[in-house]
């Protein structure tokens, strides 16, 4: 059984109250990486491409609002003013820098928004504005949850927000986290630990809108659950697609319904988006 494993990050980008008045102009105090490499892809190959290890950052085949979305929590519906060639043109960008800075941890996430505004000339500003989301309810009317969602005895957020995540060991879930595998083309999470508010940004990234709790559900859960991903969406390159269609594996809101009797309402919301205000290709090595 092929197993591929994606490590989808949950990031939240700085607050920037609209209206507020520019703090007075200093040194920049963010981290950078010790030495960068950023190079067009023009291979046809599809899907994204990306390697961590102590010390190394390296995405390969992966389109600017990517970037972004790693560098400033932002995703790419979310970021206004994009010329089409950021969304469309590849790169690989490979850095190192200290290994004490974990994947996706704050300083690393520092390091790329440095890296993008000096070799792609990035500037942008924050705003909040009226966009389609979804709210995550109960589907019973006597909120009874479904079988693969079970009250759980760990509270791993303390563990989640510091960053200290333990690497999955064999084909069970981690003791404190989640994951996402690709098996045959489904896709199948696995959580512990997890309260209501954190799942509604792990289903984030699999959905087209920004997702808000709304379940008044308060304690911790584990989660398990298999469905048909949008490979767009987690920008993989998925075989057999049209085959897996027509199977049984279920798509992702009538999984949430029918596993964890749950679902995903439309409404209308304030969201924070990301406006670019200039951005050009990259300068050269």
């Known amino acids: 059984m092929r197993m591929l494993f994606v490590l989808v990050p949950l990031l939240v980008g700085p607050a920037l109250l609209v209206g507020q008045s520019a703090p007075p102009a200093a040194a920049d105090q963010r981290p950078r990486f010790d030495a960068a490499s950023v190079k067009p892809n023009r291979s046809p ?3 994204i491409n990306n390697q961590f290890s ?31 060639w950021a969304r469309q043109d590849k790169f690989d960008i490979t850095a190192t820098h200290s290994p004490e800075y974990r994947a996706f941890s704050q300083q690393q996430n520092q390091m790329l928004q440095r890296l993008l505004e000096e070799r792609f000339s990035l500037r942008t500003h924050r705003e909040t504005r009226e966009m389609d ?14 079988e693969k969602m079970k009250p759980s005895e760990r509270d791993c957020a303390p563990i989640i927000d510091a960053g200290n995540v333990k690497p999955r060991q064999g084909d069970g879930p981690p003791p404190c986290g989640w994951f996402v595998a690709l098996i045959n083309g489904f896709a199948r999470l ?23 709790d709304r379940t008044n ?30 199977s049984d594996i279920p798509p992702l809101p009538t999984a949430i319904r029918d596993q964890l009797g749950l679902k995903l309402e439309s409404e209308r919301a304030l969201v ?3 406006v670019v205000d200039g951005v050009r290709p990259p300068t050269a090595n």
């Open 45 to 47: 190959q599809a899907g």
């Open 54 to 84: 102590p010390g190394r950052f390296a995405y390969v085949n992966t389109p600017l609002d990517v970037f972004i979305y790693n560098a400033y929590g932002v995703r790419s519906d979310r970021v206004v003013g994009m010329p089409d």
């Open 133 to 146: 989301t979804y709210a995550l309810v109960t589907a019973r009317r006597d909120g009874q949850l479904g």
């Open 190 to 212: 696995r959580l512990t630990g997890i309260r209501m508010p954190r799942f509604a940004g792990v289903l984030e990234p699999m959905t087209t809108r920004k997702i808000v």
């Open 217 to 246: 559900l308060t304690g911790t859960y584990d989660i398990e659950m298999d469905f048909l991903p949008d490979p767009g969406l987690l920008g993989l390159s998925i075989p057999n697609s049209n085959a897996l269609q027509q």
């Open 272 to 274: 924070d988006v990301i």
